[in-house]
């Protein structure tokens, strides 16, 4: 939901694999002789030489010294997508002491060094995502797919795989050809302002599979409004089973207090309590706003796709394993978040289990709200087909979660099981 650095390498889309790190120096001759690339001379030597220079920056290339004459052969991309996300003139070629081969090999030789090496995260700019898209989007054996949503599907730290990444990566079997319209931070009012390149892609384009998540945005950085005051002890009324209740508070705040929770979730009053917890005026206009936007973009849908498209929305996890963690790269925070721990802070809220059944309620009352948006999907007689992928509960230790309301890129990839196209 947040801002991604400049000069993060990005993926083709053509294969939207994960990729992993490479250590170690380039080569012991690190200078080319000739040119490399588009319509290059392409000896061996000087290709591997940039091929070793490009998996080094994180792009998706093959070390083997060959490359296939053509704007599809990985190494040709990534020398395009290099050059436009690092504003240098695309020419698809590099040539000896050019201004992409040294800006490649500064770029090389102060690489940062990242806390989570193999866990690496690379999309591409838009301009050269819609590029291929485009390219790819009549070839009857790709499946065409739009990702629209906000930051657990963009997450904003370089090198680190978000559910983009992990769901196509877990489906490449059917040759994806990717729209990747995510945006970290979007509320989905922001996301319905910025439809033009969605209403285009769907409008001019055979669209296959829609990947939506939206309403995070909408709903975490109002929780100073949502929660009410007053509340900062789980009171007995709140549970039907006082056995059950007692085991929760004979547990040390942690992972097991966490996963028993969710377990005992069925024990809990949620009338009584949600009418304590929540201001309920406040945020069922949130959850209307969200309605209305999800059904905004169904109606855009409906219009211009078949019914053998298939509109995904997943439920976020519960958030409760990394309380107050705020974004990081290395041992550096950045200015963003957290979004849920300062709210029990300032309304005093110190129980755990208070805490974990607030956030428990709110992720289950938006689970209940895509049911709701799919009926109405139904009842309007949109023509595509609905999936409401539910994530709750995949992420149920510390070791899955990045911050506070991210997961981190082996969270991500155990969420993409529950995603098939």
């Not at 806390?115 to 291929?132: K, M, R």
């Not at 109002?222 to 508070?249: C, H, M």
Request: net charge neutral; with cysteine; charged share 20%.
């Amino acid at each position: 939901m947040y801002l991604k650095n400049s000069l993060i390498m990005q993926n083709n889309v053509l294969n939207n694999r994960p990729v992993r790190n490479i250590n170690g120096a380039a080569n012991n001759r690190t200078d080319i002789n000739r040119s490399v690339g588009l319509n290059a001379n392409n000896e061996s030597g000087d290709v591997v030489i940039i091929q070793r220079l490009l998996r080094l920056c994180a792009y998706p290339v093959t070390v083997n010294g060959v490359i296939r004459n053509g704007e599809t052969d990985p190494t040709v991309s990534s020398i395009l997508n290099f050059q436009a996300n690092n504003s240098l003139r695309i020419t698809g070629q590099i040539s000896p002491n050019d201004e992409t081969f040294v800006f490649l090999k500064n770029h090389v030789d102060n690489l940062p060094s990242f806390s989570e090496a193999d866990d690496e995260s690379i999309h591409q700019p838009f301009i050269t995502n819609a590029f291929f898209f485009r390219r790819n989007a009549n070839n009857p054996n790709t499946l065409n797919v739009i990702f629209e949503g906000d930051s657990w599907l963009d997450y904003p730290i370089p090198r680190v795989l978000d559910l983009y990444d992990t769901i196509s990566d877990r489906n490449q079997r059917l040759n994806l050809n990717s729209l990747h319209l995510a945006k970290f931070g979007e509320t989905t009012t922001d996301m319905y302002r910025d439809r033009s390149h969605f209403v285009q892609y769907v409008t001019n384009y055979r669209i296959d599979r829609i990947y939506f998540s939206g309403g995070g945005n909408d709903v975490f950085p109002q929780l100073g409004n949502i929660v009410k005051s007053g509340l900062s002890t789980f009171r007995n009324n709140y549970f039907t089973d006082a056995s059950k209740l007692n085991d929760l508070r004979n547990m040390p705040v942690g992972d097991d207090l966490y996963r028993k929770c969710i377990q005992y979730k069925n024990y809990l009053n949620t009338l009584v309590f949600d009418n304590d917890a929540f201001n309920g005026v406040f945020l069922n206009s949130i959850f209307s706003t969200i309605a209305n936007n999800y059904i905004r973009f169904g109606s855009i849908v409906n219009l211009h796709c078949s019914s053998n498209l298939k509109f995904y929305m997943h439920s976020y996890d519960y958030p409760l394993y990394k309380l107050g963690v705020r974004p990081s790269i290395g041992p550096v925070n950045l200015p963003l978040g957290p979004w849920i721990n300062p709210v029990f802070t300032y309304y005093g809220i110190t129980d755990a289990i208070l805490k974990s059944y607030i956030i428990i309620r709110l992720i289950d009352k938006f689970y209940a709200l895509l049911h709701y948006i799919k009926h109405t999907f139904q009842t309007n007689n949109f023509g595509f087909q609905t999936q409401i992928v539910d994530l709750r509960g995949v992420l149920n230790s510390s070791n899955y979660w990045r911050d506070e309301i991210h997961p981190n890129s082996i969270g991500a990839t155990r969420l993409a099981t529950r995603v098939n196209f």
